[in-house]
Every structure is written in C-alpha cells, then in structure tokens.
C-alpha cells in the first residue's frame, strides 16, 4: 500500500514506484495541490494498468467542478460503510483495466508473453 496527503506527492510516489504494478488507485475528488481526477488522469499514464475509484463527500454539481468525471469510472459518495468501500474495490479488482496489454514475463530462462486479463 501505498500513501500520499496530497496529489502532487501521490503522483512522484507513482513514478518513482518499480516494483511492479499498482493494482488501484482510492482517491478524493478534491484534494490539495492537485485533485483526484488530474491524479488519475496523469498516473494512467505512467501506469496503464492502475485501476481507479474516486471518491468525494461533495454534491454532484461540485464534483463535476474538479474535473470531468469519466462516467466509467467507478465512484463512491461519502460517507460510505467499510464493508461498501470492500465490495467497491473487489469488483474493480476483478475487472481488466481499460488499457490492459501483454505483459512480458520472465519464467526461468525463457520470456513468455502473458494475457493482460487472465480468467
């Protein structure tokens, strides 16, 4: 797991990460210095493959303030159960993610291409 306080620090933890993929990205819409929607926006493209769920306590109207909201981007209004938020992030999880592509692996000696989203 990875933490940040804001969105500026989320993204250079983002693109210093190597170790791997991050799976999902759990961000507020409004947040300092950069909101969540710029967040996701900028760390898809460092990390293709990063799911996404935002989040906020505001109305709708000012939502849509912070940035245009993608409507297949999952979201979840504040205040929300735990066990909401756990249900949210294992049905994300269990989707491909938008820009999934053939991942080279490496078995042994030999370098396997492998599906994006296996089942």
Known sequence: MLESANGEEALRIAEKHDEGNIDLLLIDVAMPYMG???LAQQLKDIHPRTRVILTSGYTDEAVLQHGRLDPATPFMHKPYLPIDLLQKIQE???TCPVNAAPVAQR???TERIK???PR
Request: glycine share 24%.
């Open 92 to 94: 994300v999880l269990e």
């Open 36 to 38: 969540g929607i710029e």
């Open 107 to 109: 078995i042994g000696g």
């Open 115 to 117: 599906a994006p989203c």
